[in-house]
Antibody, heavy 123, light 109 residues
Framework: QVQLVESGGGVVQPGRSLRLSCAASGFTFSSYGMHWVRQAPGKGLEWVAVIWYDGSNKYYADSVKGRFTISRDNSKNTLYLQMNSLRVEDTAVYYC????????????????WGQGTLVTVSS | DIQMTQSPSSLSASVGDRVTITCRASQTISSYLNWYQQKPGKAPKLLIYAASSLQSGVPSRFSGSGSGTDFTLTISSLQPEDFATYYCQQSYSTPGGITFGPGTKVDIK
């Protein structure tokens, strides 16, 4: 069965960096686009970034553009989110999520989600 | 960005009730509308994609309809496991403008 397991969250000071990982299993990871979606405590969902199945294209929400970098290692079945210049407003649970299409145009919805990892940005 | 609104923001209902949640987009999004269910402390779960297509494994009591700017999620007979928060999400404004609605919390009357 499809499994996505995030890790790397924690408490970090404003301005510092953190890298999240998402380990995928149960499907051919290298064939699917992948996303990061976040949820601030008690708030709604916010899409963060997407990466094509082969890493050829990456797009970001305006709120993180220039600070966050999405990447993947298909040999390790792992998705990453490098977060630099963190702000208090980046505090959230970060979910990795799978796009439903295989090796085709990204559909920008999410058929499988990980359990999330909490990032707290605080001094 | 396309703004998504949902109504009501919360509702109380009983087991067996028919429940309807509305989602409205600030501009036309064709049928690029998806619905998710989220329970406390858990990840969201995809229920409906492309406005009216039922995701595999989702009970048939869930249905979606609409196109353009106005959409609905209907639960035909509410079950105990359906008490949760429901979010709509537009996948029209790509690549970087994906947005979610603010959510509708369904709790027990």
């Amino acid at each position: 069965q499809v499994q996505l397991v995030e890790s790397g969250g924690g408490v970090v000071q404003p301005g510092r960096s953190l890298r999240l990982s998402c380990a995928a299993s149960g499907f051919t990871f290298s064939s699917y686009g992948m996303h990061w979606v976040r949820q601030a405590p008690g708030k709604g969902l916010e899409w963060v970034a997407v990466i094509w199945y082969d890493g050829s294209n990456k797009y970001y929400a305006d709120s993180v553009k220039g600070r966050f970098t999405i990447s993947r290692d298909n040999s390790k079945n792992t998705l990453y989110l490098q977060m630099n210049s963190l702000r208090v407003e980046d505090t959230a649970v970060y979910y990795c999520a799978r796009d439903p299409t295989r090796m085709a145009t990204i559909l920008y919805y999410f058929d499988y989600w990980g359990q999330g990892t909490l990032v707290t940005v605080s001094s | 960005d396309i703004q998504m609104t949902q109504s009501p923001s919360s509702l109380s209902a009983s087991v067996g009730d028919r429940v309807t949640i509305t989602c409205r987009a600030s501009q036309t999004i064709s049928s690029y509308l998806n619905w998710y269910q989220q329970k406390p402390g858990k990840a969201p779960k995809l229920l409906i994609y492309a406005a009216s297509s039922l995701q595999s494994g989702v009970p048939s009591r869930f249905s979606g309809s609409g196109s353009g700017t106005d959409f609905t999620l209907t639960i035909s007979s509410l079950q105990p496991e359906d008490f949760a928060t429901y979010y709509c999400q537009q996948s029209y404004s790509t690549p970087g403008g994906i947005t979610f609605g603010p959510g509708t919390k369904v709790d027990i009357k």
